[in-house]
Structure formats: structure tokens, C-alpha cells
């Protein structure tokens, strides 16, 4: 009996950690005007929340790693924007912390790769069905404009010039929404 509660007890200790929620704070208010970027990742529900307070181009982005779909909330456009996790190009749930804990220590100094970008066209018909993306794009999305993005490559860009909002995410990925037509 008594080897049970030791060994439950060790069991919560190791496994509390895990299943744990946290935050990093990148508090990055750097001079290329992208704002304060803070991240919160819940290991419960495999889902990690990027907020970027930057006035009226603030933009909120969640991963749902459960789901494998990711959306950004871009404020200034009263809307959201979803799309699949390229899991080639987005650091895995896993990974997250150590890479952000990583590049805040290095800094944003010279000779560091530059982060890695996808991009993405934006269709501009509406979703009528949140469900299909999961439980917590749901919840930051209902009620307000959401349209569905694929990704494209560079190639294809040309295409676009000019008309791409990119959103820099901790300095380790860039993502381009581009043809981005939404409601204001």
C-alpha cells in the first residue's frame, strides 16, 4: 500500500509538468513596429496562443496542434483567417518553447537565419461551418467573419505584389495572407 501512494505520488510529480499551462513572454518591442508579442501555450489541449498588441494591427494567432488547423484574428479587418499547419515549416508543439527560449537569448543580432516564412491566398467566401476546425478556433472565431486560406509557394507570388499582409511570429515564422479582401 505504501509503495502505491509513493509511487502515485512521484507519478503526479513528473506528470504535473506536462500537462501544466504556461506562458513566455517575448515582450518585443522593437523598433520595426510589429508591437509586444506574448505566447501561452495549454499542454492540455495541445493549443498555443501568439497575442500581438500592436494598437489597431494587433492580431491574435492560436495553433491548434490537436486539430492541425491554426487561425489569426486579425483586429484591424473584424476577422479570421484559417488555415492548415504546414507541420514542415511550424515548430512542433514540443519544440515551441525550447526554439523561443532559444531565440530570445541569441537576440535579433546580425548573422542569424532569417525566420521561416509561409504564405498563404486567402479565399474570399465566407466559412459557414467553424466545427470542422475544432473546439478552440470555435471559441476565438464565432460570430465574426472567418475565411479559409491555402498555402501557395513562392513561385506564385508574383501574383501578389503588394497586395500580402505578413505577420512576423517570435522571430521564427513568418506568415503571408496574401489577397487578404475581408471585410473592414
Given at each position: 500500500m505504501k509503495f502505491t501512494i509513493v509511487f502515485a505520488g512521484l507519478v503526479g510529480i513528473f506528470?504535473?509538468?506536462?500537462?501544466?499551462?504556461?506562458?513566455?513572454?517575448?515582450?518585443?518591442?522593437?523598433?520595426?513596429?510589429?508591437?509586444?508579442?506574448?505566447?501561452?501555450?495549454?499542454?492540455?489541449?495541445?493549443?498555443?496562443?501568439?497575442?500581438?498588441?500592436?494598437?489597431?494591427?494587433?492580431?491574435?494567432?492560436?495553433?491548434?496542434?490537436?486539430?492541425?488547423?491554426?487561425?489569426t484574428r486579425l483586429f484591424n479587418k473584424k476577422s479570421c483567417i484559417v488555415h492548415k499547419m504546414n507541420k514542415g515549416v511550424m515548430p512542433s508543439f514540443q519544440a515551441l518553447d525550447t526554439l523561443v527560449k532559444e531565440k530570445k537569448l541569441q537576440g535579433k543580432g546580425l548573422g542569424e537565419p532569417p525566420p521561416k516564412s509561409l504564405i498563404y491566398t486567402v479565399n474570399p467566401d465566407k466559412v459557414n461551418n467553424l466545427d470542422q476546425f475544432g473546439k478552440s478556433i470555435v471559441a476565438m472565431c464565432k460570430g465574426i467573419p472567418t475565411y479559409m486560406a491555402e498555402e501557395i509557394q513562392e513561385a506564385s507570388l508574383i501574383l501578389y505584389i503588394g497586395k500580402c499582409l505578413s505577420i512576423d511570429i517570435l522571430w521564427i515564422l513568418n506568415i503571408s495572407f496574401c489577397g487578404v479582401t475581408v471585410e473592414n
Open positions: 506528470l504535473t509538468p506536462a500537462l501544466a499551462n504556461y506562458n513566455i513572454d517575448v515582450n518585443d518591442n522593437n523598433s520595426g513596429g510589429s508591437g509586444q508579442q506574448s505566447v501561452s501555450v495549454n499542454n492540455e489541449h495541445n493549443v498555443v496562443n501568439v497575442d500581438n498588441n500592436n494598437g489597431w494591427n494587433s492580431w491574435n494567432s492560436l495553433w491548434d496542434y490537436k486539430s492541425g488547423f491554426a487561425v
